[in-house]
């Protein structure tokens, strides 16, 4: 049974620019979560999606969007990229009903 | 919203000690409390996890204990080795199943040979 793959693992944007990171979940999952990882600050959760829509929603400024398709698969959109936007990126799926995320390897996100 | 704080930042032991990692957390709902291990470059990975309807879990040097009434849980690893040497997260979901995670900022443990 594959794992959660995320895509890119690595990304260098420049100040002002966007980007869109994405989350494969484990086959049958239907709930995926994005989590902004730095030193000293933990997991700090992004959003949630469940069937398509956003179910949760943690504290991060609107330049922080996402979707999720019908096959489950979930982008991330950071618009106007600032340097404090630098992070490991993780996604999580679970089915929606069950209790236990698993987590990609993440996106490397450095913003020069 | 659920707010998780966990102590100690970082902890250092000597091989075969004890390791005990506290969090504690602010929505009375939270029901659910899993623990993350994040090796170095890699991901996080499920350890040990208690829902509020139990005490305390363990899987052979592992154990998690909760009290609900004092909104804390705690994590126990035994007869440490240099392989538990990690960050560790706990976390807390309220909200049933539907809820999100929220995480403490983590524990660096360091296991001395």
């Known amino acids: 049974k594959a794992g959660v793959t995320q895509t890119p693992r690595y990304l260098i944007k420049t100040r002002g620019q966007q980007v869109t990171l994405s989350c494969s979940p484990i086959?049958?999952?239907?709930?995926v979560s994005w989590y902004q990882q730095t030193p000293g600050q933990g997991l700090q959760f992004l959003f949630e999606y469940f069937s398509e829509t956003q179910r949760n929603k943690g504290n991060f400024p609107g330049r922080f969007s996402g979707r999720q398709f019908s096959n489950s698969r979930s982008e991330m959109n950071v618009s106007t990229l600032e340097l404090g936007d630098s992070a490991l990126y993780l996604c999580?799926?679970?089915?929606?009903?069950?209790?236990?995320?698993?987590f990609g390897q993440g996106t490397r996100l450095t913003v020069v | 919203g659920e707010n998780v704080e966990q102590h100690p930042s970082t902890l250092s032991v000597q091989e075969g000690d004890s390791a005990v990692i506290k969090c504690t957390y602010s929505?009375?709902?939270?029901?659910?409390f899993p623990w993350y291990k994040q090796e170095l470059g890699k991901r996080p990975q499920l350890i040990i996890d208690i829902r509020s309807n139990v005490g305390e879990k363990k899987d052979q040097r592992i154990a998690v204990t909760l009290n609900k009434t004092a909104k804390h849980f705690s994590l126990h690893i035994t007869e440490t080795q240099p392989e538990d040497s990690a960050v560790y997260f706990c976390?807390?979901?309220?909200?049933?199943?539907?809820?999100?995670?929220?995480f403490g900022k983590g524990t660096k443990l360091s296991v001395k040979p």
């Open positions: 929505d009375s709902a939270s029901n659910y």
């Open positions: 086959s049958g999952h239907r709930s």
């Open positions: 999580a799926s679970r089915t929606g009903e069950s209790t236990e995320a698993f």
């Open positions: 976390a807390a979901r309220t909200r049933g199943s539907q809820g999100n995670l929220i």
